[in-house]
């Protein structure tokens, strides 16, 4: 994140996480996928993204959310394929509507106010991060974020791990139930 100009490395990883700690319960998992379109198409820096799509003409800033949208839904839907329990028979809550239904409703999920707060805060907290030697001048948001920050491991080898665990409990409890 932030074109790897902060004090330490922070990734869509940590990112993620940080976000879903944010947000309401029920929108974790979209939280925790809000980004996942990064691995695919990178981060675009918004000054970036701007001055692209001012040199082109306005059309440039629909290009990119019509492809952020469009990978959305495909890891949203790869997602739900890779990890809803095997013993769901077809994928039981899951087959009544479609894999590609599910997928959207998790991306809308993941334009939602709530998770688009939570990323604002998680930005907040990783700009300060960015900016100071020390994170004691953070402001209110900053602070929240701050004691959101779960004790993350120093490589992203273990944040994966901790991402594909959660991301398989949330969707176990969606369409299972509560994971026991």
């Given at each position: 994140?932030?074109?790897?100009?902060?004090?330490?490395p922070?990734?869509?990883?940590?990112?993620?996480?940080?976000?879903?700690?944010?947000?309401?319960?029920?929108?974790?998992?979209?939280?925790?996928?809000?980004?996942?379109?990064?691995?695919?198409?990178?981060?675009?820096?918004?000054?970036a993204?701007?001055?692209?799509?001012?040199?082109?003409?306005?059309?440039?800033?629909?290009?990119?959310?019509?492809?952020?949208?469009?990978?959305?839904?495909?890891?949203?839907?790869?997602?739900?394929?890779?990890?809803?329990?095997?013993?769901?028979?077809?994928?039981?809550?899951?087959?009544?509507?479609?894999?590609?239904?599910?997928?959207?409703?998790?991306?809308?999920?993941?334009?939602?106010?709530?998770?688009?707060?939570?990323?604002h805060?998680?930005l907040?907290?990783?700009?300060?991060?960015?900016?100071?030697?020390?994170?004691?001048?953070?402001?209110?948001?900053?602070?929240?974020?701050?004691?959101?920050?779960?004790?993350?491991?120093?490589?992203?080898?273990?944040?994966?791990?901790?991402?594909?665990?959660?991301?398989?409990?949330?969707?176990?409890?969606?369409?299972?139930?509560?994971?026991?």
């Amino acid at each position: 994140r932030w074109a790897g100009q902060t004090r330490r490395p922070i990734s869509v990883i940590e990112h993620s996480l940080l976000v879903a700690r944010l947000t309401p319960s029920t929108y974790h998992l979209a939280a925790l996928l809000h980004d996942a379109h990064e691995a695919l198409f990178g981060d675009l820096l918004t000054p970036a993204a701007r001055a692209l799509d001012t040199l082109a003409g306005g059309r440039v800033g629909f290009a990119i959310e019509e492809i952020k949208y469009r990978l959305d839904v495909a890891i949203a839907r790869a997602t739900l394929e890779a990890f809803a329990p095997q013993n769901m028979a077809p994928l039981g809550a899951i087959a009544a509507v479609g894999l590609s239904e599910h997928a959207r409703w998790i991306v809308a999920d993941m334009r939602s106010e709530a998770v688009r707060g939570a990323d604002h805060l998680a930005l907040r907290y990783e700009a300060a991060v960015r900016r100071r030697d020390s994170l004691q001048h953070l402001d209110a948001f900053g602070e929240t974020a701050a004691r959101n920050i779960p004790s993350f491991a120093p490589d992203d080898g273990e944040l994966a791990a901790q991402w594909i665990a959660e991301v398989k409990a949330l969707i176990k409890a969606r369409f299972v139930g509560p994971c026991r």
